[in-house]
């Protein structure tokens, strides 16, 4: 079957732009994870949904990141008026449930100049 | 707040030599996972360890869990040019969700 699918796989924006990543997760998994890697760093927690519900959003670094999987399955990651330390490596991550082992996309690299 | 470091966080190394990766967690967690980067890769995941005194081995690499100690162990043995990755330790507690931390990584260099 197929793995977690992440797209765009490379974003570049200029600041102030918005953009929206896009995240399918392995079908079947209930929990679908967010995390974002800076250069040199290791993945940081951004935020957690339950089927559609957003259980923990407590890592997204400012009300410019939103995030929303509506229906259960793909999952959106929206960042508004992108600054330069926006630019990262996205990762999305799914699970069959929260006490399974997660699986990771090949992420989205997002350029902000 | 739960905090995971590793070290060493650089490391080079000749082949056919030994070294070992140390991870250290601040709290109590339920899971601990080891994972390979590939430069502009996702993650590969190497091992999950559940338990005190859990050792789980791979090849060339074998982790170990110390839950009283808040302390794992990657292990690499005979080190050959394709281990070259960086290695990522991260914690698992289930209260939170299941978010994973990890720690800063270790970029391994093994040299010819």
């Known amino acids: 079957g197929a793995g977690v699918s992440q797209s765009p796989r490379y974003k570049v924006a200029k600041r102030g732009q918005d953009v929206a990543l896009r995240c399918d997760p392995i079908?079947?998994?209930?929990?679908l994870f967010w995390y974002q890697q800076a250069l040199g760093q290791g993945p940081e927690f951004l935020t957690y949904?339950?089927?559609?519900?957003?259980?923990?959003k407590s890592g997204l670094p400012s009300d410019r990141f939103f995030a929303e999987r509506p229906e259960g399955s793909v999952s959106t990651l929206k960042i508004q008026r992108t600054q330069q330390e926006d630019s990262a490596v996205y990762l999305c991550?799914?699970?069959?449930?929260?006490?399974?082992?997660?699986?990771f996309g090949p992420g989205t690299r997002l350029t902000v100049t | 707040e739960l905090k995971v470091e590793q070290n060493p966080l650089f490391l080079s190394m000749q082949e056919g030599k030994n070294y070992t990766i140390y991870c250290n967690y601040s709290?109590?967690?339920?899971?601990l996972y080891w994972y390979r980067q590939d430069p502009g890769k996702s993650l590969e995941s190497l091992f999950v360890?559940?338990?005190?005194?859990a050792v789980k081995q791979e090849g060339r690499l074998m982790a170990s869990l110390d839950t009283k100690a808040r302390l794992s162990t990657l292990h690499i043995t005979a080190a050959v040019h394709d281990l070259s990755a960086t290695y990522f330790c991260?914690?698992?507690?289930?209260?939170?969700?299941?978010?994973?931390?990890f720690g800063e990584g270790t970029q391994l260099t093994v040299n010819p």
């Open positions: 949904f339950q089927n559609e519900a957003q259980l923990d």
């Open positions: 991550a799914s699970s069959l449930s929260t006490t399974y082992e997660q699986y």
């Open positions: 991260a914690v698992c507690r289930f209260f939170s969700g299941s978010r994973l931390t």
């Open positions: 360890l559940l338990s005190n005194g």
């Open positions: 079908s079947g998994h209930v929990s």
């Open positions: 709290t109590t967690s339920d899971r």
